[in-house]
């Protein structure tokens, strides 16, 4: 029986458990949103360390047996370190740099991340490794994560936001834009709406949290975990408020028992 803690700093990693969950719906979920500390993109390293070091010991103490940092800021300050202290497999986010560079046909890739992921040394070395022979263009995706914590997915303030953000990455000649923050795809259908309205409407986005779910499956197939629990099901705890938490999580419900086509 194995159960599965999932942290982020808010609401965002449940973009990626809504991937995981699909792949292992008999699975035991435990959920953390750190919304009290929430964003962690503008925080140093060594204060998203502090909060992992803790909702690390928490997930653990209510059993957790593997852990998906489903963060992409809390994954380039801390996985190092939680994988150094905790005798647990870790899962990280990463930006999907690799794929963008693969398929981009302009040759320009447009990274929307925070702050805090952009200047991470993991980041960097990723764009070493696969970013030769493309133009990356990043920007922070600024209030987007205030937004989602907010509840706020569509309308004219978020497609403001929206547009100031990504419509630089567009103007560079990207056609393929890379969601580096795991918030951000809950804001999916404004960045399309936006870059449609704008003339781009054949950007292409990478979400990499399918990527992540698959790597879960491997890691529990490879440590002998089983992915079945007697008890499957969702657990969510959180170090602030749950309204945001609770509505975001009602919303992925529903579009994955949603009948096909609607
Ligand atoms: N969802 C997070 C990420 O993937 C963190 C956003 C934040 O708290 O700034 O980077």
Do not use: W
């Not at 991937?19 to 140093?44: M, Q, V």
């Not at 804001?187 to 990478?206: C, E, H, N, S, W």
Request: proline share 6%.
């Amino acid at each position: 029986m194995a159960v599965i803690g999932i942290m982020d700093s808010g609401s965002g990693g449940l973009s990626v458990f809504r991937e995981i969950r699909r792949l292992l719906p008999r699975s035991r979920f435990l959920y953390f949103s750190d919304n009290a500390f929430c964003p962690y993109g503008d925080k140093t390293a060594d204060f998203i360390r502090q909060r992992c070091d803790v909702i690390t010991r928490e997930l653990l103490g209510k059993g957790a047996e593997v852990i998906v940092v489903a963060c992409n800021t809390a994954t380039a300050a801390a996985i190092a370190s939680l994988r150094e202290t905790f005798p647990v497999p870790f899962i990280g986010m990463e930006p999907a740099v690799k794929p963008a560079a693969l398929g981009t046909k302009s040759g320009v890739i447009g990274v929307l991340a925070t702050a805090g992921t952009l200047k991470a040394s993991k980041y960097l070395i990723t764009k070493g490794l696969y970013g030769s022979g493309v133009r990356i263009v990043e920007h922070v995706g600024s209030g987007f994560v205030e937004l989602v914590e907010n509840g706020i997915l569509e309308g004219p303030e978020a497609e403001k936001r929206c547009a100031q953000s990504l419509l630089p990455l567009l103007e560079a000649g990207a056609d393929t834009v890379v969601l580096g923050c795991t918030h951000y795809p809950f804001l999916l259908g404004t960045l399309q709406k936006v870059a449609a309205a704008q003339g781009y409407p054949d950007v292409r986005f990478i979400d990499p949290a399918p990527a992540v779910a698959r790597r879960l499956v491997t890691v529990l197939q490879e440590t002998g975990l089983p992915a079945e629990d007697a008890h499957p099901g969702t657990e969510l705890l959180s170090s602030g408020p749950e309204d945001t938490l609770r509505s975001l999580y009602e919303l992925i419900n529903k579009e994955d028992t949603a009948p096909e086509g609607l």
